[in-house]
T-cell receptor
């Protein structure tokens, strides 16, 4: 079953903040976050491995709530370059378990 | 130096034809994948190979046959193409030693259009 992301789409002005949520119906081992710009390949942003783990990458950070089977991506003081579609990818088990990608969130930053 | 290279980038073909997509990675990763991205942007796994061994085979029609001659290469052959096969196909690779704890590197994608 595909993880569900919310919101489906969001439009922000430069400098505003955004939160993208990823919710799974299954227990999670790890959560990945990717950004895909139009016509390009998805690009890896970060991975979260443990419940409660938070990670940061410049002004983009994420958290992982293992109990709730959820992860959130936080974009602070958004820049035009943040525009794109964001995907979470979830792995349910240790081992060669496949990454199942979420439904995607389209983020548009306007000047 | 391209990390994951995929060819061709665009493929336009008629229904019923057979076509192949090639993928190569120079990252030393042990696992490679094929993902299909449809018009709604959903990314769905098709196949995965770990060190040349098929480990994931999702519910994909038999017309799709992957082949991995070595751990750096993964090809996808599609027989008797149908209109519904039109999509963007992404190759990806990852290091999976130690579990799913490393990110995926994607190729630039192959946009397949069946007419």
């Amino acid at each position: 079953q595909q993880p569900v992301q919310s919101p489906q789409a969001v439009i922000l002005r430069e400098g505003e903040d955004a939160v993208i949520n990823c919710s799974s119906s299954k227990a999670l081992y790890s959560v990945h976050w990717y950004r895909q710009k139009h016509g390009e390949a998805p690009v890896f942003l970060m991975i979260l491995l443990k419940g409660g783990e938070q990670k940061g990458h410049e002004k983009i950070s994420a958290s992982f709530n293992e109990k709730k089977q959820q992860s959130s991506l936080y974009l602070t003081a958004s820049q035009l370059s943040y525009s794109g579609t964001y995907f979470c990818g979830t792995a349910n088990n240790f081992g060669n378990e496949k990454l199942t990608f979420g439904t995607g969130t389209r983020l548009t930053i306007i000047p | 130096d391209t990390a994951v290279s995929q060819t061709p980038k665009y493929l336009v073909t008629q229904m019923g034809n057979d076509k192949s997509i090639k993928c190569e990675q120079n990252l030393g990763h042990d696992t490679m994948y094929w993902y299909k991205q449809d018009s709604k942007k959903f990314l769905k796994i098709m196949f995965s190979y770990n060190n040349k061994e098929l480990i994931i085979n999702e519910t994909v029609p038999n017309r799709f046959s992957p082949k991995s001659p070595d751990k750096a290469h993964l090809n996808l052959h599609i027989n008797s193409l149908e209109l519904g096969d039109s999509a963007v196909y992404f190759c990806a690779s990852s290091l999976t030693t130690g579990g799913p704890i490393y990110g995926y590197t994607f190729g630039s994608g192959t946009r397949l259009t069946v007419v």
